[in-house]
């Protein structure tokens, strides 16, 4: 795995590993930075609000089941950027994190719902019992192209080998993060068009917001 991390990165940053007492600080930083620039939710043309309050409801169920980093600059306790790994075995179970949607998937919105369809067989087409999911990985628009995503992915592969997991798997929504991941040596596992989907609430193609950049989706693995 190439992981271009500059020489001084951890003079600069540190990488912090999260808990639930991070919970207001990391919701009030996704809710600022990932929500509202994720294309996921401009692609199924959810609102801003929507997308916002299931993130939250999302986040909730990653800090307390999964693997969560932050990334800081050293001597600040202002957060920077997040990524969570979560860990998946045996069979695939849904990621939604509240009772209320397990029992009604129409409850989901509408990129969930594609989401947990196109993910659900990701530990049958690698043959293997156990991945860590990269997941909710956001920075802030100031500390792109500084080498935290970099750093990030370095400590899910840690973690992912520390788990005992057998590959780190990651889901790629644009042109740009499926060459950023490509780049990093991550090997393409499947795709799809996003206008190939079948919306399972109406069984039609839904009404996309898509591009040349957004026009697939593509999962990536590592084996760790």
Not at 7 to 32: G, P, T
Request: net charge positive.
């Amino acid at each position: 795995m190439y992981l271009k991390i500059p020489v001084n990165f951890y003079q600069k940053f540190e990488i912090r590993k999260l808990s639930w007492k991070n919970l207001d600080e990391v919701m009030a930083f996704v809710i600022k930075y990932y929500s509202p620039r994720s294309p996921v939710g401009k692609i199924f043309r959810e609102r801003l609000e929507e997308t916002q309050a299931f993130d939250v409801l999302r986040l909730k169920d990653k800090l307390k089941n999964s693997i969560c980093f932050g990334g800081y600059e050293k001597g600040r306790e202002k957060i920077i950027g997040v990524n969570f790994g979560t860990i998946h075995k045996d069979v695939m179970y849904s990621p939604c994190p509240t009772a209320e949607c397990l029992k009604d998937m129409s409850a989901l919105p509408l990129s969930e719902q594609f989401f947990q369809w196109f993910e659900k067989d990701l530990l049958e087409r690698l043959n293997v019992k156990k991945i860590m999911l990269s997941e909710l990985s956001a920075l802030h628009p100031d500390h792109t192209g500084k080498g935290i995503k970099e750093a990030f992915l370095k400590h899910l592969v840690d973690a992912a080998i520390d788990m005992k997991c057998e590959a780190l798997v990651g889901s790629a929504v644009s042109l740009y993060s499926q060459k950023k991941l490509e780049k990093l040596g991550f090997s393409l596992l499947k795709e799809i068009k996003y206008s190939d989907w079948i919306d399972p609430r109406t069984g039609k193609k839904p009404d996309l917001n898509l591009s040349p950049v957004h026009s697939h989706v593509k999962i990536y693995y590592i084996p760790v």
